[in-house]
């Protein structure tokens, strides 16, 4: 993928419904330009603009990430996997684990009950977990929003089901379907968005090529706040940042065009004294990432 398209994208996955005029305008590039690609990468289902909504605001609190040893094939062990609801991203992946998920639960109970069920699938000889203590970075961004400030009503769930189906559906074609003004529609819908309960973003469905690198590592640090500083301003795409609790001190999550990137990052920081361990892992295929959610809707 080239740097233009890594760009459309990029700008995208923060708002995805942001008008392809301004990303041509913001790029230096025609809007037809833009157009072209994003038609190209949708249609061939390796990009997906789409509404998640925050696991926090469905009374969803609790994540982890979860590193599954296998023994013998992955696909049995992954398809029993995507049966559980709670997870909003399962890979296979190259390195001490087989098999990368993160999961989205509403306690800790919960969470230690999944890890059984999991360890008890034939083939899974271990399951590690490293519990999210605070999200810097993700596809909702920073924010996780407070659950005892929502309430959300019929037409709020019917504006979310509508842009979980097609982050980009028109706002009359919207208005329409929620029997309400396009105004007021509208209004609604940035409510949602600034109160965190969305996000409106592209979805890349990375191929792990080696031009399409995604890479996660562990790192125990010895100065958090100065390590979290250099990934997020390091120029490079990082897709996930989370502060831990278990083997690691943070998580991350970063798409690469090239290994040099990735190593040029860690080096630095490495010489700076800021890391104490790393472990590293490249993503060779992800069988999900999805952030939407079932809707009961009466």
């Not at 969305?198 to 990375?206: E, L, P, R, S, V």
């Amino acid at each position: 993928m080239d740097d233009l398209t890594e760009r459309i994208i990029g700008m995208l996955r923060q708002d995805g419904r942001m008008a392809y005029t301004r990303v041509a305008a913001t790029l230096g590039v025609s809007r037809e330009i833009v157009t072209d690609r994003v038609r190209a990468l949708t249609d061939s289902g390796r990009l997906r603009i789409v509404a998640g909504i925050h696991p926090g605001a469905v009374g969803l609190p609790v994540s982890a990430h979860l590193s599954i040893w296998v023994t013998g094939p992955t696909q049995p062990v992954i398809d029993r996997l995507v049966e559980f609801d709670s997870m909003s991203f399962i890979s296979e992946v190259t390195g001490a684990f087989q098999i990368s998920t993160e999961t989205w639960l509403t306690d800790t109970a919960a969470l230690r009950e999944q890890v059984i069920t999991i360890r008890a699938i034939p083939g899974v000889v271990d399951v590690q977990v490293l519990m999210f203590d605070r999200i810097l970075s993700s596809f909702f961004g920073g924010t996780t929003p407070d659950p005892a400030a929502i309430s959300l009503d019929r037409t709020d769930l019917r504006i979310l089901e509508a842009l979980q189906q097609d982050g980009r559906v028109p706002l009359g074609d919207l208005a329409s379907r929620v029997q309400l003004s396009p105004s007021g529609t509208r209004l609604r819908m940035l409510k949602l968005i600034d109160s965190g309960v969305m996000k409106i973003g592209a979805i890349d469905q990375h191929t792990g090529s080696s031009e399409d690198l995604l890479l996660g590592f562990g790192i125990k640090v010895l100065d958090d706040a100065r390590v979290i500083d250099a990934i997020l301003n390091s120029g490079v795409a990082v897709e996930f940042l989370a502060q831990t609790l278990g083997r690691y001190d943070l998580k991350a999550t970063i798409a690469f065009s090239s290994v040099d990137r990735f190593h040029g990052v860690m080096q630095r920081l490495r010489d700076e004294g800021l890391i104490a361990m790393s472990e590293t892992w490249l993503h060779t295929r992800i069988v999900l990432e999805q952030y939407e959610r079932s809707l009961d809707i009466a």
